[in-house]
Structures are given as C-alpha cells and as structure tokens.
C-alpha cells in the first residue's frame, strides 16, 4: 500500500510546476495547460484523501468523487472558454504572448 504522504508530494509537485508555468510563461496556450496542472493536482489530492479516509472508517462516500467530478467539468469549461479568447485575441492581434494582448485597454 502506498502511503499518502507520496500522493500529496506528486500533487504538490504538479502544483509547483503548474505555478511556475503560470508565473513565468507569456505564451497563452501555456498558462492555460498549467492551470489544468494545477487543477490535476487538485484533483489527486481529493481521491487520495477519499481512499483514505474510506479506509479508515470502513465506509464508502461518493462525495469527494462528485467534487472530482465537478472540477473536471470546470476545467473543461476554463479551456473552452480560455481557447476561445486566446483564438479571438490571436486573430485581432496575431500574437499568442499574453504581454502584448492589449485588448481590453481603453
């Protein structure tokens, strides 16, 4: 049996690499993929707490299943809706760098 404290360090490390690639990338596309890392992270931390605590009180609650669930959707709807804008800012300005989207700028 794995420990859980081996599930929590590869979810913090996925957590560490999403946010790294957030802070320090210009490209879009790229920060969108590191949100869905740390939204993966998220959702690691919630199963292996789930089969744990399961485990110990010898019960099995579906919750921590619907709330993986739940990000999943959300996710999904983040990258619909980020690609959507990043293809519509793309066409506008011909630029994927976040830096030179100035969209929204009176």
Not at 64 to 83: D, K, N, S, T, W
Request: hydrophobic share 60%; proline share 3%; with cysteine.
């Amino acid at each position: 049996m794995i420990p859980l404290s081996w599930y929590l360090i590869a979810a913090a490390a996925l957590f560490c690499i999403g946010l790294f690639g957030v802070l320090s990338r210009k490209n879009a596309v790229s920060i969108l993929m590191s949100v869905e890392l740390m939204l993966n992270a998220v959702n690691i931390n919630l199963v292996a707490f789930w089969h744990y605590h399961t485990q110990l009180q010898g019960t099995s609650q579906i919750a921590p299943q619907v709330f993986v669930a739940m990000v999943f959707i959300v996710a999904a709807a983040e990258v619909a809706v980020g690609l959507a804008l990043i293809i519509s800012a793309y066409r506008r300005r011909e630029t994927p760098v976040v830096d030179e989207m100035t969209l929204l700028k009176g």
